[in-house]
Structure formats: structure tokens, C-alpha cells
């Protein structure tokens, strides 16, 4: 049996769309069911407060949904966005400035309303990433709004009950609750979609985003209650300024974001120092990584443990740069395996020197010695290494079928001592699949 | 400030002598209970603030989300809560703080917590809980209150700053400068975070403060986050570096001293910090290209054919190749390309000429040459700084931008230059390289295939 031949994935690999499509699909639903309602409530029956906050809450989605934010691993977020719609959700009462001094008309603000205001406010956010030509970012946004509605819906009815309206701390309390519920949602949601682009185990995919998203979730939860809090006190022109808070934080995202994309790219750029120096075959860094990166995925490893392994996967070779020629045709599985172990050597200790990627080091350290008859085993990182190195080292940049059922096939023969049975298992998974997942 | 000098100490005893006496004693203490639990939590919210660093707060200043809570108290509790609130600055949960620091901070806060108080009433703004009728009418007060506070606060900061400043190198004043920016949008930042404060009070009372601290919280988490993947970033660039270099023994760690040169010079020039950064990072990376040309041409010696010439000419593009997909070093790119270009035109790889030659590549080249000139090589001892100088000045014009020079030399004389070790060539012989590409005062020698041995 050969690596493309592996039935019981097909059915998940094509459950990715029609999960994507079924939430896009329950998004457009809901926009369109909320815009209509409320296009066609009576205009008399509609507050000109509410109007007012409908449109000063769509304009901060917009302008949030505009100011979007990259987090770590190809995620986006929308900070502002969502703790204004979300905010919009949870709205006790209004401060009208107008209405000054005469008791405000009671609020009645609809889930659907809600959710027409987000959707709208949204779409037209996102028209200027798309006049720009940057991704649209539609599955986001779609998820976002579903999470949105769940709060809606969960809140509005409850908002004007007397207990929920007098007792302050009642209504923190109880928005909290829903303000996590809602950010669970999203996040679920995220991790599905992310699993099933990836081909990640949801369980692993879903303790990732939740890693990934808790402290930024915390920041707009507790932003929304501020702005829901601060409507009432301060009325809408208080918008503008209960925004400060999370601005800051978001600041303080973009730069963390930024340099965490920043060091992957220098490491992926500076990796290929080994083939412009003709140590190893062109490409040959990036195809490990990316195979290794799959493989370990396959085994249902975590983000930051992927992360080291993409780094160490990098960098294996790097240790070849301590010597003076370059092995011929680099170093393959055809080369003695003493000169293999002392370039591993070497490069752990360059990576060592750097102080920060122990882990990575370690990796790289271990990448040559055979999975079986050691003690302690080789960390499973290396493991994976060793599995794609080889595997590169036989097939190269081919797509040849045969090349590689073959490749695979060899593998298999040493799994009894040089190769871990799991590893090279998930990497026939990996190659039979073939579409480079990136992210 | 790690010894008080008797200025300084007299400077904090007038500074709280003014507090004091000009706060104590024409105000009654009031008994309303709720008056004091409002206090007790904005010091809390004081002191907590100013134990923890906030993305926005620089070194250079005290100033920190702190603030935000006396100008808080200035809206709920007026001038004398103001003062009190800030005056808790004295017990602050920093261990390393001295005494005369700890009794100038409260003194500073309490002055300028008093003085905003001040400035409130007098704009037409009475301290109260803030009711829905207020906004937006309090805005105004509240905006000069926050002023005065920005102002007080500053100013008596300056003033110990310049009382106790000693070692401040003239180089720092392009970060303080930079940093100015970066304070006023901080302290409109706090002021609005005080106001927030002030007015969820009547909504739910002290929850108001744990919620506006959630953010900046998180904000403090990512911004720590950020510092430490930076740090990490920098060690991995310069590990990677050092790795490149292994193979030759004579240009270890001339990467780093290059990029320390062109971060010198890009000080001097007055660059933006930003672009400095970047340009410390060109520097780092500028001879990573070299891996591309073959260890043999390296180690040749005595005249170069002109496929080797070649080779080495290469190595600026090769480096290209490499970093070329690294986003933020955008410009840096194009110093790495040039870093060999001459200001006469005789440079490669593209033979620019004058302004044509980007400035970071400029910069590159004097740091670059500079290194070569004072490090040890296999055909020649290092020469010592005064002649390098002196080979960079009358090099300036055809080869160096003379600015460049200049700005350069002026660094190394006022903050020195830390020389390679030098220690004895390595046995290997595999390690040892017999030329030096960078070296402008030993070019590089190439048998022209019609004339015979020539310069290029």
C-alpha cells in the first residue's frame, strides 16, 4: 500500500468546506432574517435613541472591523469590533443627552436588530480590506457575528427584567457568563475550521486557540462591559472615549504579533544560508519543515511545541556551516553517520548559543540517533526530523508517486530500529495528502 | 538615582515642605464614610498601577497608569482626596525604591494631584459623583485638570531629573526626544482611563477600577510578550551571524562590531530609532552572502583569476537572496546590496556613484572597512584606531561618504571602540582566510586575463 492510498481521510479532508460553508451559510441566515426584521418594524415604534446608538455602535464595528489584528499563527482578530457589538448586545439603558431632564423612553433593542447592526457594520469594515485587495476575511467575520448572536440572543430578553436592571453587580455577573459563553463559541468555531484546514486533531486545534485567544478574549470582554456600563452612564458620546483602553491593548498585540511573524521569516530566510552555501540541496530546509511541521500536527502536537519543531526542522543542517567544504550532494542518509551526528552536534550548539531555543537545540541535538534502543528516547521532534530528512533526502522536490510510495516503503523497513513506527506512519498520512499546508 | 546628592536632597524637601503645607491645613477632614472608601480604593488602584510597568511608560519617567487614578479622585473626591490619593505613592510596593525616592514621588503626586484638583473647580467643575446630566459638560474641567497634573508632574520631574542625572550621554537625547510622542499620547491615554474611571463610579462603584485594569493588564502581558520575543529575536540573529562567520576565523565577530559601528553612526546622524534598529540589523547580516562564495577563492592566495573576483562580487547579491524575505528590513535590504559600493563609482555590484548609494549602505561601508582595518588578518597585523582613522579620512570622497567618516569618528573618539581579541592564528589551516575583501587598504589583487596582475 502506498502513501496516497488511505481512504478514511478523505471524508474529514472534504468536511472542511461544507463545515465552512455551514457557517457561512448560518451567518447569512442570520443577517438576512435580522437586516429584514428590522428594515420592516413600524418607524414609529422605533426609538430615535436607539437609532442614534444603532448607528454610533455600527460605526465603532466598522471602524474596528477595519482596524483588524493579526495574532500569532495566521490568526485575525477583531478586537474593537467585537467588544462594540458585543457591548451592543449587553446594553442596559442609554444616557440620552437630548432627552435630558425628562425620563428616557425605556430601550427595547431586539436580538436581530443586534445582529443587523454587527452584520452591517462589519460588511462595511471589511470593504476597505477588500478595495485594498487584502483577504476578506468572511469565515472571521461570520464567526464572529454567530458568536455575537448567541449573546444577543442569550442577553436581550433578560435586559430589562427589574433584578437584571437594578442590581448592578447581577448584570456584571451575568454578562461575564455570557461575554464567555460568547468568546467560547468563537473560538470553537476558529478551532474546527483551523483542524480541519490543517488536519489537526480539534481537541489539540481547540486548546491552541483557547491558548492563543484567552488573554486578548479577557481584554475585549472586559472592554464590552465598559462600553455597556459607560453608554449608561456617559450616553453615546462617551463611545469615543471608552475605546482608549482596548487601543492600548491592541497596540501592545500588533507589536508582539508583529515580531513573532518577524523572527519565523528571518529563521526561514536565514536557513537557506546552508544551500546558497551549497551545503544541501536547494529547497531542502523549507520541504523538511513543512513535512515535519505536517507530521507533527498528525501526532496531534500543540502550536508551540509545532513551532520549535519548525524551527529545529529549519535549522537542522545548519551545523554543516562549521565545516570547511560542503559535503558533496549534502548531508544525506547516504553520508556516515558519525559525520552526521557531529554536524548535528555542532548545529545544537550554535542554536544553544542564542540562549533562547533550548528546546530547538535539543531537537536538533537528537535528530541522527535511531528511535529505538536508546535510552532515554530521542524527543518525538527529532524523531520527526530524522523521518522527513531522510525522506527528502530520497525524493527531493518530486511529486513522482512511485518515488515516493518508495521512499515511504524504505522508511518502513527500518522502523524496526532507525525510524519511529508513528512517525513514518503519519508521514505516509502527510505525503499521500500533499497539499502544503502552510500556515 | 542610586546616591542622593545634598542639591537633590534639598530639591525633595522643598518640593514636600510645598506639598505639605500647602495641602494640610485649610481643609477639614470629612467624616462621610463613603468619601473614605473611595479613597481607599483609588490608592489601591494607585499603588497597584505604580507597581506595575505599562506598555507606555518610558524608562525615563515615573509617569505611569497611576495618574489615572488621581485625576479619578479628583472628579469624585476633589483636591484634598487628589492629594491623598497620589500622596500613597510613598508606601509604593517597589522594593528597589529608596527613601528619597519614595518621599519625592509622594510629594510629586500629592502636589500635582492637589494642583488638578484646583484646576477642576476653578473651571467650573465640582467634585461629586458624576450623574448622567454631567457629560458632556465635564469634559472641559476635567480636560484642564488633567492638563495642570501632565504639566505639575513634568516639571517636577525634570527638575530631579536634572538634579540627579549624571551619566546621561549626549546620545540619549534623540531617545528622550523620540519619546516625547510617546508620553503625551500616554498621558491623554491615562487621563481618559481617569474619566472612565470616574464615570462608571455611580454605575458600579468600585468594580469601575478591576474593570478599566483588566485591559491594561493584558496589555502589560502582550507588551512583556513582545519584549521578550524581541530579546529573543536579536540573541537567534546574532547566533545565526555567528554561525556564518565560524567557518573563517579572522572576521569572527566582525558582524556584530560592524552592526554595533553602523548603530553608531546612525546615532550620531540623529536616524529614527526604527530605522537605527534596522540599520544595526543590516549591519549584522551584511556578509552573510559570503557563504555563497566557495572556501577556496577565500583562502586563495596571491593574485585572483577573474572567475574568483567574480565570486567574491557575488557575495552582496547572495546575501540578498537570503534575507530578502525577512519583511521589516525593507531599507536594510538595500544596504546589505550596496555595502559595497564606492562614492566614486568604482564600487559592486552595480557601480553607483555618490548619492545613487543608499545612506544605509554608506553607513555600512565606513563600519565595515573600519573593522576590516583594526582586525588581525593572515597577511598583516591589526593596525591600531588613529591609522584607520586616518586611512578612513583619505579614503573619504572616492570610497567613503565623507559625512559618514566623520559622524563615525566622532562616535569612537567620545564613546571608544571595543577592538576584536587578539589572539594568535588558529593552527587549522582550514580556517584561516589569506584576503580580505573589506580591507581598503589591501585590494584585492586579479590577474586580468590580458594585461597580466593588475588592480581591478
Not at chain 1, 472534504?14 to 432574517?33: K, N, Y
Not at chain 2, 454605575?203 to 485591559?215: D, S
Not at chain 2, 577563492?297 to 537570503?322: D, F, S
Request: glycine share 8%; proline share 6%; with cysteine.
Amino acid at each position: 500500500m502506498t502513501s496516497h492510498q488511505n481512504p478514511e481521510r478523505w471524508p474529514s479532508w472534504q468536511a472542511m468546506d461544507s463545515g465552512r460553508l455551514l457557517l457561512l451559510a448560518a451567518a447569512a441566515m442570520l443577517t438576512v432574517a435580522a437586516v429584514a426584521r428590522t428594515a420592516a418594524a413600524h418607524p414609529v415604534l422605533v426609538n430615535p435613541v436607539g437609532q442614534r446608538a444603532a448607528v454610533a455602535f455600527g460605526v465603532l464595528i466598522a471602524l474596528g472591523e477595519l482596524l483588524r489584528l493579526a495574532l500569532p499563527g495566521g490568526r485575525e482578530a477583531a478586537p474593537i469590533a467585537t467588544a462594540s457589538a458585543m457591548a451592543y448586545a449587553l446594553l442596559l439603558s442609554i444616557h440620552d443627552v437630548v432627552h435630558d431632564g425628562h425620563v428616557p423612553p425605556p430601550l427595547r433593542i431586539s436580538p436581530l436588530q443586534v445582529i443587523a447592526v454587527t452584520a452591517v457594520g462589519m460588511t462595511i469594515g471589511a470593504l476597505p480590506h477588500m478595495a485594498a485587495g487584502r483577504p476578506v476575511g468572511i469565515v472571521g467575520m461570520a464567526s464572529r457575528l454567530v458568536a455575537v448572536s448567541v449573546v444577543a440572543f442569550s442577553f436581550r430578553p433578560l435586559a430589562h427584567l427589574p433584578l437584571v436592571d437594578g442590581q448592578w453587580w447581577l448584570a456584571a455577573v451575568l454578562m461575564a457568563v455570557l461575554l464567555a459563553f460568547g468568546w467560547l463559541t468563537d473560538a470553537v468555531i476558529c478551532a474546527l475550521i483551523r483542524a480541519d484546514d490543517l488536519g489537526a486533531r480539534f481537541s489539540v486545534a481547540l486548546g491552541d486557540e483557547v491558548a492563543v485567544q484567552t488573554p486578548l478574549g479577557v481584554a475585549v470582554g472586559a472592554s464590552a462591559m465598559i462600553i455597556s456600563f459607560a453608554t449608561a452612564a456617559m450616553g453615546l458620546p462617551g463611545l469615543a472615549v471608552v475605546v482608549a483602553p482596548l487601543l492600548v491593548t491592541q497596540l501592545a498585540f500588533r507589536r508582539y504579533a508583529r515580531i513573532r511573524s518577524t523572527y519565523l521569516e528571518t529563521v526561514r530566510a536565514l536557513s537557506r544560508v546552508t544551500e546558497v552555501g551549497g551545503y544541501v540541496e536547494r529547497g531542502h530546509s523549507h520541504r523538511v519543515s513543512a513535512l515535519a511541521v505536517a507530521v507533527g500536527r498528525e501526532l496531534g502536537m500543540s502550536e508551540p511545541d509545532l513551532l520549535d519543531l519548525e524551527y529545529a526542522a529549519l535549522m537542522h543542517d545548519i551545523g554543516q556551516l562549521s565545516l570547511a567544504d560542503p559535503i558533496p550532494g549534502g548531508a544525506t542518509v547516504l553520508v556516515f553517520a558519525a559525520d552526521q551526528q557531529r554536524i548535528a552536534e555542532l548545529g545544537a550548539e550554535i542554536i544553544a548559543k542564542a540562549g533562547v531555543l533550548d528546546k530547538v537545540a535539543e531537537l536538533v541535538r537528537y535528530q541522527n540517533l535511531p528511535a529505538r534502543g536508546r535510552d532515554p528516547e530521542p524527543p518525538v521532534g527529532s524523531r520527526i526530523i530524522r523521518a522527513a530528512n531522510a525522506f527528502d533526502d530520497l525524493v527531493g522536490g518530486s511529486t513522482d508517486r512511485d518515488r515516493r510510495g518508495a521512499a515511504l516503503e524504505r522508511l518502513r523497513l527500518d522502523t524496526a530500529y532507525e525510524y519511529d513506527a508513528g512517525v513514518v506512519e503519519a508521514l505516509s498520512v502527510v505525503a499521500g495528502r500533499r497539499r502544503a499546508s502552510r500556515i | 538615582m542610586t546616591r542622593v546628592s545634598r542639591v537633590a536632597w534639598l530639591y525633595i524637601a522643598v518640593v514636600a515642605a510645598v506639598a505639605v503645607t500647602v495641602i494640610m491645613p485649610r481643609h477639614t477632614i470629612t467624616h462621610d464614610l463613603q468619601w473614605w472608601f473611595q479613597l481607599g480604593v483609588l490608592q489601591l488602584l494607585f499603588l497597584v498601577c505604580e507597581a506595575t510597568p505599562t506598555p507606555l511608560a518610558t524608562r525615563q519617567s515615573a509617569w505611569s497608569p497611576s495618574s489615572s487614578a488621581t485625576l479619578a479622585a479628583v472628579v469624585l473626591l476633589g483636591p484634598m482626596g487628589a492629594a491623598l490619593t497620589g500622596a500613597i505613592a510613598v508606601i509604593s510596593l517597589r522594593r528597589q525604591l529608596m527613601m528619597a525616592e519614595r518621599l519625592f514621588n509622594g510629594a510629586m503626586y500629592a502636589g500635582s494631584g492637589f494642583a488638578a484638583g484646583k484646576a477642576f473647580e476653578a473651571a467650573g467643575g465640582v467634585p461629586h459623583l458624576p450623574q448622567p446630566g454631567d457629560f458632556p459638560a465635564i469634559i472641559w474641567p476635567f480636560a484642564v485638570a488633567a492638563a495642570v497634573h501632565v504639566v505639575i508632574n513634568h516639571g517636577l520631574l525634570w527638575g530631579i531629573l536634572r538634579l540627579t542625572a549624571t551619566g546621561a550621554r549626549p546620545g540619549d537625547r534623540t531617545r528622550l526626544e523620540s519619546s516625547v510622542a510617546l508620553l503625551l499620547t500616554s498621558d491623554l491615554g491615562y487621563a481618559v482611563l481617569g474619566l472612565i474611571i470616574a464615570a462608571l463610579w455611580p454605575v458600579v462603584h468600585a468594580f469601575a477600577a478591576v474593570l478599566v485594569l483588566i485591559p491594561l493588564f493584558v496589555a502589560r502581558w502582550a507588551m512583556g510578550q513582545f519584549a521578550e520575543q524581541q530579546r529573543a529575536y536579536a540573541a537567534t540573529m546574532e547566533a545565526l551571524c555567528q554561525a556564518v562567520e565560524t567557518k573563517d576565523f579572522y572576521t569572527r565577530g566582525h558582524s556584530e562590531r560592524v552592526s554595533r559601528g553602523a548603530g553608531m553612526i546612525a546615532r550620531e546622524i540623529r536616524m529614527r530609532p526604527d530605522r537605527a534598529e534596522a540599520i544595526r540589523y543590516a549591519g549584522m547580516l551584511h556578509d552573510v552572502g559570503k557563504l555563497g562564495v566557495p572556501t577556496k577563492v577565500l583562502q586563495k592566495q596571491g593574485p585572483m583569476t577573474e572567475e574568483e573576483y567574480a565570486a567574491i562580487q557575488l557575495h552582496p547579491m547572495r546575501g540578498l537572496e537570503i534575507v530578502r524575505e525577512i519583511g521589516f528590513l525593507d531599507e536594510a535590504l538595500t544596504g546589505i546590496m550596496h555595502h559595497h559600493e564606492r562614492l566614486d563609482g568604482k564600487g559592486y555590484p552595480m557601480g553607483l556613484a555618490a548619492d545613487e548609494i543608499p545612506e544605509f549602505a554608506r553607513i555600512i561601508a565606513v563600519a565595515d572597512a573600519f573593522d576590516s582595518m583594526t582586525s588581525n588578518r593572515s597577511y598583516r597585523r591589526a593596525r591600531g584606531i588613529a591609522e584607520a582613522t586616518a586611512e578612513l579620512r583619505k579614503q573619504a570622497g572616492t570610497q567613503f561618504d565623507p559625512a559618514m567618516v566623520e559622524a563615525f569618528i566622532s562616535a569612537v573618539c567620545r564613546d571608544g571602540w571595543k577592538l576584536p581579541d587578539a589572539t594568535a592564528a588558529p593552527a587549522d589551516r582550514h580556517l584561516v582566510t589569506a584576503q580580505d575583501h573589506d580591507d581598503p587598504t589591501a585590494p584585492l589583487q586579479v590577474i586580468d586575463s590580458a594585461l597580466g596582475p593588475g588592480r581591478p
